[in-house]
């Protein structure tokens, strides 16, 4: 194979467009393999791993935008470099254009935009908590898409933010909605009376989506990073968040996320409602916690929505309803010997909350995110596993999976090998910054490993009809394809474990 590389010094490409850029280069005949990434170390240890000279990447540094296509011919390597830079560069403007559309620093795009109150910060997690410190200075509330920050920057910058009536959403918040505006991974919903908190991206835009989907609106979505609530974090963004929407009227029930908050801090968080309805979904939180008298808990995000719609006074919905196969004409194509499950997720809260329904019914699931540490990775042969795609050993080189459908291509095909599997979970996430067609990737790979007696796929359709990506017909390509698709996530891990065991009442259970 012949590698081709280029360099760009100082230039800075989103995963957006590095998606396109590795589209564009697949695309060309005779192309093996292809890479549009930041230059940052763990991207830099790849590409010397994919067979590039170490010389030609010595100088490399974060800030640097690298292609790289391995090909059959140097003519076709060439071709390929040149249809990835082509993608990424012909739509930006050029010399003095680009000049004047480019603001130079963040002091310069609140003095052309004064009126903003809000900053969007990626970039590289070492770099992220000095740009988040100039966004607060500048009197902008900080949405921090960025994560590896390190403990101690967070805790100092929402300390600082805090001082300043300002929040700091993330760090690694994938999902805010403000005045009806989606910034990160957001769905597009209608707007409501019912106010958001999550300290969780893709359970925001599950409980959002529900919502939208069984009839109410959503006020307002605030992220706050997933450490937030833990001990050392105690809840220094929840709090002012719940604050806000307590006394926003266009707010009349708040709905916080979570996976398991430490005990102390969300009883604090939870008491910080006032006379303001809210309920929880504590993803994992021990039984024996009591919470604040009227606050109403729940262990699974449809759960929560479910109780959100009770304490309104509207109708609970039909959530045991699929589409496609029923569990047991699915069980009924499978050998007696497949009896496992395994989810893999490009959404990390959901991932988490399968495990958390999964657990009691098969046992060990392991997982590189799991509930019990003593449940991690490697996992051993003939286990059941949940695997969240979008931690960063499977993003290293590559956009996030909700970005890049084709990342759950390999193991998607290398679980449905495996003779022991039953059932396989796919979650599918829409909106805007996702895949713009996910289920096109997907449908033809579930189909192939379903063929002859291979495991069934369960998906779910996180979205909501106005998403640009269709739900509906997102759907029904992933039907026509032979998967079960369910009306909620934690539905599909109920199908997955029915399948799987052959007690197909499981499938009706309510999680």
Same mark, same amino acid.
């Given at each position: 194979?012949?590698?081709?590389?280029?360099?760009?010094?100082?230039?800075?490409? +989103?995963?957006?467009?590095?998606?396109?850029?590795?589209?564009?280069?697949?695309?060309?005949?005779?192309?093996?393999?292809?890479?549009?990434?930041?230059? $940052?170390?763990?991207?830099?240890?790849?590409?010397?791993?994919?067979?590039?000279?170490?010389?030609?990447?010595?100088? $490399?540094?974060?800030?640097?935008?690298?292609?790289?296509?391995?090909? /059959?011919?140097?003519?076709?390597?060439?071709?390929?470099?040149?249809?990835?830079?082509?993608?990424?560069?012909?739509?930006? #403007?050029?010399?003095? *254009?680009?000049?004047?559309?480019?603001?130079?620093?963040?002091?310069? @795009?609140?003095?052309?935009?004064?009126?903003?109150?809000?900053? &969007? /910060?990626?970039?590289?997690?070492?770099?992220?908590?000095?740009?988040?410190?100039?966004a607060l200075t500048e009197g902008l509330h900080v949405l921090l898409f960025s994560?590896?920050?390190?403990? %101690?920057?967070? /805790? @100092?910058?929402?300390?600082?933010?805090?001082?300043? =009536?300002?929040?700091?959403?993330?760090?690694?918040?994938?999902?805010?909605?403000?005045?009806?505006?989606?910034?990160?991974?957001?769905?597009?919903?209608?707007?409501?009376?019912?106010?958001?908190?999550?300290?969780?991206?893709?359970?925001?835009? *599950?409980?959002?989506?529900?919502?939208?989907?069984?009839? &109410?609106?959503?006020?307002?979505?605030?992220?706050?990073?997933?450490?937030?609530? @833990?001990?050392?974090?105690?809840?220094?963004?929840?709090?002012?968040?719940?604050?806000?929407?307590?006394?926003?009227?266009?707010? +009349?029930?708040?709905?916080?996320?979570?996976?398991?908050?430490?005990?102390?801090?969300?009883a604090k968080v939870l008491a910080a409602a006032g006379d303001t309805p809210l309920?929880?979904?504590?993803?994992?939180?021990? #039984?024996?916690?009591?919470?604040? +008298?009227?606050?109403?808990?729940?262990?699974?995000?449809?759960?929560?929505?479910?109780?959100?719609?009770?304490?309104? =006074?509207?109708?609970?919905?039909? $959530?045991?309803?699929? /589409? =496609?196969?029923?569990?047991?004409?699915?069980?009924?194509?499978?050998?007696?010997?497949?009896?496992?499950?395994?989810?893999?997720?490009?959404?990390? $809260?959901?991932?988490?909350?399968?495990?958390?329904?999964?657990?009691?019914?098969?046992?060990?699931?392991?997982?590189?995110?799991?509930?019990?540490?003593?449940?991690?990775?490697?996992?051993?042969?003939?286990?059941?596993?949940?695997?969240?795609?979008?931690?960063?050993?499977?993003?290293?080189?590559?956009?996030?999976?909700?970005?890049?459908? %084709?990342?759950?291509?390999?193991?998607?095909?290398?679980?449905?090998?495996?003779?022991?599997?039953?059932?396989?979970?796919?979650?599918?996430?829409?909106?805007?910054?996702?895949?713009?067609?996910?289920?096109?990737?997907?449908?033809?790979?579930?189909?192939?490993?379903?063929?002859?007696?291979?495991?069934? &796929?369960?998906?779910?359709?996180?979205?909501?009809?106005?998403?640009?990506?269709?739900?509906?017909?997102?759907?029904?390509?992933?039907?026509?394809?032979?998967?079960?698709?369910?009306?909620?996530?934690?539905?599909?891990?109920?199908?997955?474990?029915?399948?799987?065991?052959?007690?197909?009442?499981?499938?009706?259970?309510?999680?």
């Amino acid at each position: 194979m012949n590698v081709a590389i280029k360099v760009f010094p100082d230039t800075y490409v +989103d995963s957006v467009a590095q998606l396109g850029a590795i589209r564009a280069m697949r695309e060309v005949d005779g192309v093996d393999w292809a890479s549009a990434a930041m230059g $940052t170390p763990a991207n830099v240890e790849i590409l010397r791993k994919r067979g590039v000279d170490p010389g030609e990447v010595a100088d $490399t540094g974060a800030n640097d935008f690298v292609v790289v296509v391995t090909a /059959i011919s140097e003519d076709r390597a060439n071709e390929a470099l040149s249809a990835g830079e082509s993608a990424v560069f012909s739509a930006r #403007p050029q010399g003095d *254009e680009r000049d004047r559309a480019q603001p130079r620093s963040l002091r310069q @795009a609140v003095e052309r935009q004064p009126e903003s109150n809000v900053a &969007v /910060i990626s970039v590289p997690g070492e770099y992220a908590a000095l740009a988040a410190y100039e966004a607060l200075t500048e009197g902008l509330h900080v949405l921090l898409f960025s994560d590896n920050v390190p403990l %101690e920057k967070e /805790i @100092a910058l929402k300390d600082y933010a805090r001082d300043r =009536g300002l929040l700091v959403m993330g760090p690694g918040a994938g999902t805010a909605m403000i005045a009806g505006v989606g910034l990160g991974f957001a769905n597009v919903v209608k707007p409501g009376r019912v106010g958001v908190v999550a300290a969780a991206g893709t359970g925001a835009q *599950e409980v959002m989506s529900l919502l939208d989907r069984w009839g &109410v609106g959503v006020s307002q979505v605030l992220g706050l990073g997933g450490r937030d609530l @833990a001990d050392d974090v105690g809840g220094r963004m929840a709090l002012p968040a719940i604050s806000a929407l307590r006394d926003d009227p266009g707010t +009349d029930l708040i709905l916080l996320v979570s996976k398991p908050p430490a005990a102390a801090i969300a009883a604090k968080v939870l008491a910080a409602a006032g006379d303001t309805p809210l309920v929880a979904a504590l993803i994992g939180l021990d #039984p024996a916690f009591v919470a604040p +008298d009227g606050v109403v808990l729940a262990n699974t995000l449809e759960g929560a929505v479910v109780a959100t719609l009770r304490v309104l =006074g509207r109708p609970a919905p039909d $959530t045991v309803s699929t /589409i =496609g196969p029923t569990a047991a004409q699915a069980r009924h194509r499978l050998s007696e010997r497949r009896t496992l499950v395994r989810g893999l997720f490009s959404g990390g $809260t959901l991932c988490y909350e399968s495990q958390v329904i999964l657990g009691p019914i098969l046992g060990e699931v392991r997982s590189n995110a799991p509930i019990k540490k003593s449940w991690g990775v490697p996992a051993p042969p003939g286990s059941h596993q949940c695997l969240d795609l979008g931690e960063e050993e499977y993003t290293r080189g590559r956009p996030h999976p909700m970005i890049d459908a %084709e990342a759950r291509l390999d193991l998607l095909h290398e679980h449905g090998a495996d003779p022991q599997v039953a059932a396989i979970i796919v979650d599918v996430v829409l909106g805007h910054g996702a895949n713009p067609d996910p289920a096109a990737v997907l449908a033809p790979a579930c189909e192939a490993v379903m063929a002859d007696g291979g495991p069934q &796929v369960v998906a779910y359709v996180l979205g909501t009809e106005q998403d640009p990506q269709g739900f509906a017909a997102q759907r029904d390509r992933l039907v026509q394809a032979g998967c079960i698709v369910t009306e909620t996530a934690a539905r599909a891990s109920l199908v997955a474990a029915a399948v799987a065991t052959g007690e197909v009442a499981l499938a009706d259970r309510r999680p």
